[in-house]
């Protein structure tokens, strides 16, 4: 029976997506080596949680953490984000590249101190200052090449940026700029609302297998953004490594971030699909109409915690009466969070992935015909 | 300065004058107490909770204070409590479920929320509330990324009550000099990663 604290053998890719509630975090293995892409906190330590599984792994943060990756700024993705980088001293550090603009460093003094993505990536670069540990994240540019040694044979870790594209940097420092403040008026906590097109998508080779970590990234209805612009523009795509056989589907599983281009040209036929949930007020991601999408183009469909919560129970009886009152809906954010994780060998000639679930992760039992 | 304060009961008009320091040394302060809430005082543009126990801002070391760390809680606590001797006997309030919330969407008859449990049962929420629950002043001020407090309990003056109140937190507005600061601070770390790429 698999065990969460089971480190992976070395030869063993393993890809681990870790999800509460409301919040994201992924690592990746192979040769002792790993990738963190985003963050965020255990509801009850209170520590990171990809920190917090390597230290359970008794990896070494310190030294065998090659990469950092914030996919995007958003509060479900960076929660600890500053730490990880902190102890993750050797990883190289991916920020956008739609993050490098002044559109949007100026919203750091400005928001960081009441916006809690914006206070993890303010921190993260006065980390960085003097430190040339970081590369920005754009369409195309590879952040990472290693040479894996293992069973007496040699083979290739790469990692690519897919995103974001140009206009999409264009429009989030539109975004950004419409946020500046004004003298006089109130402070308050910045709010981002959709499309999200400042996300790096990440795309992994490891020997014959690939990966795709699909971040935040939505389609747009803006024709020079999203999904289907990262396709018809990616070189790296236009002279196609192996398809992927596991997919990190973008913004959990939403209708907006649907490309079917994607699941025709990059992945494999039956590729293993991990949902992160998400929920604001009434709305929850992934919808049960996402999840019959999804399971009806692959059989194996994976969610890190339940994607719909049930209403919010209070055992006090006037706090019951007046939430009741006062709400059309109210919902606990789950606290309690789950581990998918998929393994195989390097050398496998397959594409399936040994899968393990932990914590509040599910299979999804499916319409697949 | 000399200020009026209304103390009588709620709806009364009653006022006495009153001398107070502080650091707002200019401008007219009022008082008012409505009914189920606390007290305000309006010096100014500047709305002022007075209240006593009903405000409880985290204390550190506590998860509740991690969740609204570091200048985020300086800022929250920034707004000055000031202590006024009341001619009425004091009300005394009992919280049994708190939250400290931000908005996250509005909408035609209820806006979305999230909140953090200060104290009570649960952690994290996700709402939507009525619009209606919010005095019509606290209406006008409500935008995107407000912070509001909900208290639930009792009431104990002069019988007791089961109240439920949500109020907007008057957050400081940016002055000249801190947007000033910002764009110094902006314009260094822009130049730093510029330099370093």
């Known amino acids: 029976m698999s065990n969460v604290s089971d480190s992976p053998e070395y030869n063993e890719i393993e890809i681990s997506v870790l999800g509460p509630g409301i919040g994201e975090s992924i690592l990746i293995h192979v040769c002792g080596k790993w990738i963190v892409i985003d963050s965020f906190l255990d509801p009850v330590s209170s520590q990171p949680a990809p920190l917090q599984y390597l230290t359970n792994l008794n990896i070494n943060v310190s030294q065998d953490v090659e990469l950092v990756v914030i996919t995007h700024w958003h509060d479900d993705h960076m929660r600890g984000m500053n730490s990880v980088v902190r102890e993750c001293r050797a990883a190289k550090v991916i920020i956008s590249s739609a993050l490098s603009r002044r559109e949007f460093i100026s919203l750091l003094p400005r928001y960081g101190d009441v916006s809690g993505g914006l206070r993890e990536i303010r921190d993260v670069l006065r980390q960085l200052e003097g430190d040339n ?45 419409s946020f500046d403040p004004k003298l006089g008026s109130g402070k308050r906590r910045l709010i981002p609302l959709s499309p999200n097109n400042s996300s790096v998508v990440l795309l992994i080779t490891i020997g014959r297998h690939s990966i795709l970590l699909g971040a935040d990234l939505e389609e747009s209805s803006d024709s020079d953004c999203g999904w289907s612009v990262v396709l018809s523009n990616s070189t790296v795509l236009s002279n196609p490594p192996n398809l992927a056989s596991a997919f990190k589907v973008p913004h959990h599983g939403s209708e907006n971030a649907h ?88 050398s496998s000639a397959d594409d399936s992935w040994e899968y393990a679930l932990f914590g509040s992760a599910r299979q999804f039992f499916t319409t697949y015909n | 300065m000399i200020a009026s304060v209304n103390t009588g009961q709620p709806g009364s008009d009653s006022s006495l004058p009153l001398r107070v320091n502080t650091k707002h040394s ?45 200048n985020e809680y300086e800022l929250l606590t920034k707004s000055p409590i000031v202590k006024l001797p009341s001619t009425r006997p004091v009300e005394k309030f009992e919280v049994r479920q708190k939250w400290l919330g931000y908005v996250e969407d509005i909408g035609e008859e209820t806006f979305t929320a999230h909140l953090t449990t200060l104290k009570g049962e649960g952690n994290e929420y996700t709402a939507e509330i009525y619009l209606e629950q919010l005095d019509p002043e606290d ?18 003056a002069p019988s007791r009550k089961h109240v439920s109140f949500i109020r907007l937190r008057r957050l400081p507005t940016w002055q000249r000099s801190e947007l000033q600061a910002a764009e110094a601070e902006t314009e260094r770390l822009v130049k730093i990663f510029n330099e370093q790429r």
């Not at chain 1, 970081?134 to 290693?146: A, K, N, P, T, V």
């Not at chain 2, 302060?29 to 007290?39: A, D, M, N, Y």
Request: hydrophobic share 35%.
């Open chain 1, 133 to 177: 540990r970081y590369l920005f994240g754009i369409i195309d540019r590879q952040l990472l090449s290693l040479t894996l040694n293992y069973d007496n044979m040699a083979s290739s870790l790469k990692v690519f940026a897919l995103s974001p594209v140009d206009a999409g940097i264009l429009r989030s420092a539109q975004y950004f700029q």
């Open chain 2, 139 to 156: 209406r006008e001020l409500l935008q995107l990324g407000s912070y509001f407090y909900w208290s639930i309990g009792y009431l104990e």
């Open chain 2, 26 to 70: 200019e401008g007219t302060l009022s008082i008012e107490r409505k009914p189920k809430k606390s007290i305000y005082a309006q010096i100014g543009r500047r709305s002022i909770a007075l209240h006593n126990n009903e405000e409880s801002i985290p204390s550190k070391g506590t998860d509740q204070f991690n969740e609204i760390s570091g």
């Open chain 1, 259 to 346: 490309c079917g281009e994607v699941w025709q040209k990059i992945l494999t036929t039956q590729p293993f699909a991990v949902i992160s949930p998400y929920r604001r007020g009434r709305k929850a991601l992934p919808s049960d109409t996402d999840l019959n999408r999804i399971s009806s183009l692959t059989s194996n469909v994976f969610v890190t915690s339940q994607p719909v919560g049930g209403a919010a129970r209070f055992t006090d009886r006037m706090v019951a009466n007046f939430v009741k009152e006062a709400t059309k809906g109210i919902n606990a954010i789950s606290s309690n969070w789950g581990q998918v994780r998929l393994r195989k060998k390097i």
